[in-house]
């Protein structure tokens, strides 16, 4: 495709992982110094090359990975912690270079990748802006052009003349955002790290890549908030264990990542409990019945799960948990409130309940449900914790635009009215 801007073909990056000193930065005489201890211990002892050195081990952080990119996508980046997404950008971004594979860019690229990304920490603000510029090949007088636009949306005009080291982390993100985003570039590649601001600059964030997307220019963006992913990108690329695992519609590589991140939650759990009464299986899915894991505010959850009786318990306690991201319960469901039990059943007997969560309000994230049943509130047969996840978006039945405050965590359905 003659609008193609960037090409990888069979990627791959290797790390050795487990040795004593990684690979950094060093100096002419220390590799001379090196070099000599080297060629010394091998005239003493030689090695035996056969033996392969126990405290090291290969690791493909990134491996046999390839897609196009055309110019004005804005491309969101999924996956597990681990999957590759920071290490793609990096190589993406000729910070790390590939251990295999092509990459053909065209064009100028700015990348925000870590806080202080690009930026010296002695220089000033004002001379970071132009040391950034040059960087991606702008002359003076085009820097000069943008100049006043990235100090106003940085909001850091009273500190510009004070060494980048002395700034907090929310205004190093500010200042290296505006940089990297109002210089032009033809590919702007942003990393999770815009999480480090306050709301209200994140907002600002987004709307200036829709911007830039909206300009013809290509946006490379990592997240795990699905619901910016989902408001920002035009396509996806689902990472899983260093590979492309689908590339496409944001909604459709979403809900295969949400798929697969449940199958990995169900694969840790740990039962607890006499195991009288154990959940024999349990899913989450919509009204209708259709198993589902990603859910809009507003939207109806049903929780489903099979009771298995090994031993007759009587009217047992059934209970929900939910928790968020940062692993805060705020949320608790119990059959005994709803007047619903069951009565005692035969040994080994299985029990279907579904529970149906109508209109739920919760803040936009990723969001662990746990299940517990006892023989009374104090004993358990049966405790899986985090074993279903989640993922709540922002739909359209709310009309305030996101990010929230940190603080809130749920909305209350309401109706106003003035007498």
Known sequence: MTNTIIRVENLGKKYIIGLKQQERYTALRDKIANGVKSLGSKLVSPVDKRIPNPASEEFWALKDVSFEICQGDRVGIIGRNGAGKSTLLKVLSRITE????????KGRLASLLEVGTGFHPELTGRENI??????????????????????EFAEVERFLDTPVKRYSSGMYV???????????????????????????????????????????????????NMGTVQQLCSKCI????????????????????????????????????????????FFITDEEGNPKNIFFMG????????LLFYESVNYPIIGIEVRNSFQE?????????????????????????KVEIPQIFLTPSVYLFSLWVGENMSIACDYLADCMLVEIMQ???????????????VFLNSTWQQI
Request: with cysteine.
């Open 238 to 281: 689902f990472l899983e264990q260093g590979k492309v695992k689908a590339m496409g519609l944001p909604n459709e590589m979403i809900d295969m990542y949400l798929q697969s991140a449940a199958k990995w939650v169900q694969k840790d759990i740990k039962r607890q409990g006499n195991g009288k009464v154990i959940f024999e299986k």
């Open 299 to 306: 939207d109806t959850i049903v929780v489903n799960f099979y």
């Open 395 to 409: 739909g359209d039945k709310l009309k305030r635009l996101t990010p929230y405050p940190a603080h809130v965590k």
């Open 329 to 353: 319960s705020f949320a608790h469901l119990i059959n005994i409130d709803d007047n619903f039990f069951i009565e005692r059943p035969e040994n080994h007997k299985t029990v279907r309940v």
């Open 130 to 151: 132009y040391l950034n510029g040059a960087i991606l090949g702008m002359s003076k007088v085009e820097i000069k052009q943008k100049f006043d636009e990235i100090v």
């Open 174 to 224: 500010r200042l290296a955002f505006a940089v990297a985003a109002h210089l032009e570039p033809e590919i702007l590649v942003v990393d999770e790290v815009l999480a480090v601001g306050d709301s209200a600059f994140q907002k600002k964030c987004l709307g200036k890549m829709e911007d830039v997307g909206k300009e013809g220019r290509t946006v490379l963006f990592v997240s795990h």
């Open 98 to 105: 590939p251990t295999i594979g092509l990459i053909s860019i």
